[in-house]
């Protein structure tokens, strides 16, 4: 079931604003996400927007803004995967939050299942099979089938009003 509804006003540029830092109250932790591009090179950014969707079928989802250079292959490829990064990986949620090719060349990685790129740390893995993408406009929606998963713990990275943070202890 898909339900369309009028999308409203374009909001103003103070109003982005707004929304933005009214969304950055939402904690959540950080994840790289990787694929291979229709030139099989590796392909890889930061995303926030990760989460669960369903235990039974097991699904997740995350958002990919349109105007990443990734877009096409994100949006093509039949798999990606996920990494749930640590609170001491910060400089590899910089490196893939940067836009552009190289990325790969700056930290270690393998080759995992179906081709796709896996890097040797992080605190959780999720390998999945783009199941569909949904219009969300000015980002695409990208919900996967979880193929095969792994947790490794540690402290997780966490993002708060456009800040990493530590956990506060328990
Ligand atoms: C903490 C954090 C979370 C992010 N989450 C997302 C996200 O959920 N979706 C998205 O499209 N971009 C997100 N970005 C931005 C991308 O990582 C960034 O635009 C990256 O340059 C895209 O790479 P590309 O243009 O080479 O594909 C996030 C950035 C940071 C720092």
């Given at each position: 079931?898909t339900?369309?509804?009028?999308?409203?006003p374009?909001?103003?540029?103070?109003?982005?604003r707004?929304?933005?830092?009214?969304?950055?109250?939402?904690?959540?932790?950080?994840?790289v996400?990787t694929?291979?591009?229709i030139?099989?090179?590796?392909?890889g950014?930061?995303?926030?927007?990760?989460?669960?969707?369903?235990?039974?079928?097991?699904?997740?989802?995350?958002s990919?803004?349109?105007?990443?250079?990734?877009?096409?292959?994100?949006?093509?490829?039949?798999?990606?995967?996920?990494?749930?990064l640590?609170?001491?990986?910060q400089?590899v949620?910089?490196?893939?939050?940067?836009r552009?090719?190289n990325?790969?060349?700056?930290?270690?990685?393998?080759?995992?299942?179906?081709?796709?790129?896996?890097?040797?740390?992080?605190?959780?893995?999720?390998h999945?099979?783009?199941?569909?993408?949904?219009?969300?406009?000015?980002?695409?929606i990208?919900?996967?089938n979880?193929?095969?998963?792994t947790?490794?713990?540690?402290e997780?990275?966490?993002?708060?009003?456009g800040r990493?943070?530590?956990?506060?202890?328990?």
């Open positions: 079931m339900t369309d509804r009028n999308p409203g374009t909001p103003s540029a103070q109003q982005s707004q929304l933005r830092d009214t969304l950055g109250q939402f904690a959540t932790g950080v994840t996400i694929t291979r591009d030139n099989g090179q590796p392909a950014m930061t995303v926030n927007s990760f989460n669960s969707v369903s235990l039974d079928p097991a699904l997740v989802l995350w990919i803004d349109k105007q990443s250079l990734g877009y096409e292959a994100f949006t093509t490829r039949d798999h990606f995967a996920v990494h749930v640590r609170a001491d990986q400089h949620s910089n490196l893939f939050a940067g552009g090719s990325k790969f060349g700056q930290i270690h990685w393998y080759e995992g299942p179906n081709g796709i790129p896996r890097l040797e740390e992080c605190a959780a893995y999720f999945c099979g783009r199941a569909q993408c949904i219009e969300g406009g000015d980002h695409t990208l919900l996967g979880v193929l095969e998963f947790a490794f713990g540690g997780p990275l966490v993002f708060h009003r990493y943070r530590a956990l506060a202890g328990d």
